[in-house]
């Protein structure tokens, strides 16, 4: 595994992120996904991507930065950060987030199979 796959793997994914595509979130995310929102909450695969299929998520900018990336063995951490704008929820999404993700190579491709998200002044 390649640092180079890592970002774009994590290229593909914000990108999916930002044009709310089911598919390629489908494809990226792994089944057992779990993911710690800024509040706390922990949720599954199928969670995340109800929120998109119910059109909860609307990305106006997003824009990655100080990204970093240790690989070990079959997998990779990242730690990056994320300004974000746009509504979850009919909620204001307006501030800077640092992300932590596990990506997992698996015989059908990368998959994240953890992270974390908070949110923190810039």
Known sequence: MEKSEIVN??????SAIKN???SVLERV??????????NGQTITK??????YRAGKMKIDFLEASNQVINIIGDSAVVCVSILLKGT??????????????VWKQFD???K???GSCVAFLK
């Open 29 to 38: 995310l792994h089944d057992n996904l779990l993911f710690n929102l800024p």
């Open 9 to 14: 793997a994590e290229n593909e994914l914000l």
């Open 88 to 101: 979850y929820d009919n909620s204001p999404l307006d501030g800077n987030y640092r992300y932590i993700r």
């Open 46 to 51: 199928d969670a995340d991507l109800a929120g």
């Open 112 to 114: 994240v199979i953890a």
């Open 20 to 22: 709310i595509d089911i």
């Open 108 to 110: 059908d491709g990368l």
